[in-house]
């Protein structure tokens, strides 16, 4: 079952409110200070200087030229004259030669031969006894009586002319073709290419070496000194004092104005939101039920010293426990 308890719970609260605090503030001035400036200076000086003057004269030199010079001369040379001649010379030729020669030729005969051989003839006889004999296996038909001898007595069996089959060894001749090889010596015609060595003339164009003497002009390189002048440039220097502006950084003491900031500590009134916790009662829903150690009176009455009494859990611990009087968020 479920009762109705009143608890007390503990709420925030913000609030806000007015709070004096020290702030730093940025205060600026105007001072004056003094700083220096480069500035460059130009300034008229007298310098001493050297130039370079260029100075030029004639000056004799003497020099090697190679000229050409052409003399005649007389030299022996070797010309080469082709000379023409008959000269005689040997050659082979390959000629046809047929001469007769004896050969030994083998011939092959196909010879006649009679050749005796025994050989197996069956005959068709009629039987001794046609109808008294019964074979082994019982009746006549076709395979009674006489079976060693293939008697047949007709299909069926009954009693007529029978026959069997008899095997006689005969004597008989046959003609055999043999090949016989004959060797005999017989003249044939045979043909060879033979060398024959022939004799002829052919005309050959040689090279003579000839030695002549001739005059030929002959163009030789010979050095000739010759003297000259040439013009040579040098180079001298020449002092001289000219007037050139010197530029110069020079420091300069100047004065200006700047403006500086100061922290100042200033006090000021500011918003400040503060959180507190009020005690709120509020009526809950709790269960209610009876211990296992006897009764006890309703929640609203004080709970005794003995393990007696009704448990009311509204809060954390609900109840009589123990020996302790109250409880906790129960009976009070």
Request: hydrophobic share 25%.
């Amino acid at each position: 079952t479920y009762t109705t308890q009143e608890i007390t719970v503990m709420e925030p609260r913000y609030t806000t409110r007015k709070v004096e605090v020290t702030v730093n503030k940025m205060v600026p001035r105007q001072e004056k200070f003094e700083y220096f400036v480069n500035e460059l200076v130009t300034t008229p000086e007298k310098r001493k200087v050297i130039e370079n003057t260029y100075v030029t004269e004639k000056v004799p030199y003497k020099y090697t030229v190679n000229e050409l010079v052409t003399t005649p001369e007389k030299r022996k040379v070797i010309e080469n004259t082709y000379v023409t001649e008959k000269v005689p010379y040997t050659y082979v030729v390959n000629q046809m030669v047929t001469t007769p020669e004896k050969r030994m030729v083998t011939t092959y005969a196909c010879v006649p031969r009679t050749v005796t051989e025994t050989v197996a003839v069956c005959k068709r006889v009629p039987c001794a006894d046609p109808c008294g004999t019964t074979s082994s296996y019982g009746g006549h038909g076709c395979f009674g009586g006489c079976f060693g001898k293939f008697c047949n007595k007709g299909f069926g069996g009954g009693c007529g002319t029978s026959f069997t089959t008899v095997v006689e060894h005969q004597t008989v001749c046959r003609t055999v073709y043999e090949r016989v090889a004959t060797t005999q010596e017989v003249t044939v015609n045979v043909t060879k290419c033979v060398p024959v060595e022939m004799k002829g003339e052919r005309t050959v164009t040689k090279c003579v070496p000839v030695e002549k003497e001739v005059t030929v002009n002959v163009t030789k390189c010979v050095a000739v000194e010759k003297t000259g002048e040439k013009l040579v440039t040098k180079c001298v220097p020449v002092e001289k004092e000219v007037t050139v502006n010197v530029t110069k950084c020079v420091a300069v003491k100047k004065e200006g104005v700047r403006t500086v900031c100061d922290i100042v500590p200033t006090k000021e009134m500011v918003d400040q939101t503060v959180c507190e916790y009020v005690p709120v009662k509020k009526t809950v829903q709790v269960p209610c039920y009876t211990s296992n150690y006897g009764g006890c009176g309703s929640c609203g009455t004080s709970c005794g010293h003995g393990y007696t009494g009704k448990s009311c859990f509204g809060g954390f611990f609900g109840g009589c426990f123990g020996k302790f009087g109250g409880c906790f968020g129960g009976c009070r």
